[in-house]
């Protein structure tokens, strides 16, 4: 078994293995001559386009996952809402969730209808991955992170309308994440049926949430997904950011492993998250913007917090910025490797 799936699975292996979020993308030369020639979403969509960008970060790297390469609003689209991709101004929802009403219109299609095209990438994915024994992740945005830019209409500092709709229209609400919730687990799990290996869950905006709030408005729509991504039987991540004072809720929610950020310590979140999952992170994404020693120190300081404890995924703590240096994104990759070797510890 790879590296990965023993970590998912807090099993020890030769080497800590290590992805990274947002691996495809644009910090890629050969992402961005794609992207030259197709929009995002056509790249998405087009299952033979999709799988050569999830392949680019292999290529170019020793990974020991690749993700499928796609995101997280195309679900919404399949929804009804009207998605576009600003350029300079990122994700749009031209018609946004905002009243009772506008939740009742939303459908929930299942995966095979409406996401066909990403499933179809999984299947040429793993056919390329097979040979090289690298699993592949598929994801999906959680329920709350999924409401944001479905109700905000896109990215959001305060995000009064999702908050207002959660504190105020608590029945519009539970509608809403009720939808969303079915959305997102059966798209996690027809992933995993199409072929995915693991699966993760992205509830990147979930620490805007009071932690009381979370539990109560958002914490059992979260498990429902992953219950239902569960079924599928292969290891879940539950990623979150500014997580601190919620993480019990997190790993309570469900998920074989759970994704951290920088704003914790990794053995504190260790220490709190307990026995029973492994854990992923935490690299602050602007460290591989530093000079190699200095970026080579914070990821040393990261692997010394998880030695000697089995089920650490090294990883950011959120996704890959747009024009971080390649060259200091490989000697991290063979430096995780390198530092946790079986042969370099008993050395
Ligand atoms: C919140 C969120 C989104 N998308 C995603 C999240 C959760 C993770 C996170 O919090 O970072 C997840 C995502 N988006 C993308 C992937 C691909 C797989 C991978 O390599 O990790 C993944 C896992 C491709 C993408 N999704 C997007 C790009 C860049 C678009 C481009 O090519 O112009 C890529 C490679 C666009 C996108 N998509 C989204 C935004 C806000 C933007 C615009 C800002 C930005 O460019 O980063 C929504």
């Not at 914490?219 to 599928?232: E, G, N, T």
């Amino acid at each position: 078994m790879s590296r990965f799936l023993k970590a998912c699975r807090r099993e020890a292996s030769d080497a800590t293995p290590i992805w990274l979020m947002r691996q495809a993308g644009r910090y890629m030369v050969e992402y961005r001559t794609l992207r030259e020639k197709y929009t995002i979403l056509e790249i998405i969509k087009t299952p033979e386009l999709a799988c050569e960008v999830t392949m680019q970060p292999i290529n170019a790297f020793d990974l020991d996952a690749a993700i499928i390469f796609a995101d997280i609003l195309p679900p919404l689209e399949g929804m009804g809402l009207e998605l576009e991709f600003v350029k300079g101004e990122g994700p749009v929802i031209h018609n946004p969730v905002r009243a009772a009403a506008d939740v009742e219109r939303l459908v929930v299609r299942p995966p095979q209808e409406a996401l066909s095209f990403t499933l179809e990438a999984i299947k040429l994915a793993r056919a390329e991955l097979d040979s090289r024994s690298i699993p592949l992740i598929g994801f999906s945005g959680a329920p709350f992170t999924l409401a944001s830019y479905a109700v905000e209409g896109g990215g959001s500092r305060n995000r009064q309308h999702v908050k207002g709709m959660m504190m105020g229209h608590p029945d519009a609400w539970h509608a809403l994440m009720t939808k969303l919730s079915e959305v997102a687990g059966h798209y996690l799990l027809a992933q995993a049926q199409a072929g995915a290996q693991a699966l993760q869950l992205f509830d990147s905006w979930v620490g805007e949430l009071s932690p009381d709030d979370y539990a109560q408005y958002v914490m059992p729509y979260s498990k429902r997904a992953l219950d239902i991504a569960k079924q599928a039987g292969v290891p879940v991540i539950h990623f979150g950011t500014n997580t601190n004072g919620m993480l019990h809720h997190i790993r309570d929610a469900g998920g074989d492993v759970i994704g951290v950020d920088w704003r914790i310590r990794l053995d504190d979140a260790w220490a709190q998250l307990g026995d029973s999952v492994a854990i992923q992170g935490n690299l602050d994404p602007v460290a591989l913007f530093a000079p190699w020693e200095a970026l080579k120190t914070r990821a040393q300081g990261i692997l010394d917090q998880a030695a000697g404890r089995p089920g650490h995924i090294f990883n950011l703590g959120h996704g890959i910025l747009p024009t971080t240096p390649v060259d200091n994104v490989r000697r991290l990759v063979d430096f995780v490797h390198e530092y946790t070797s079986s042969n370099a510890s008993k050395a």
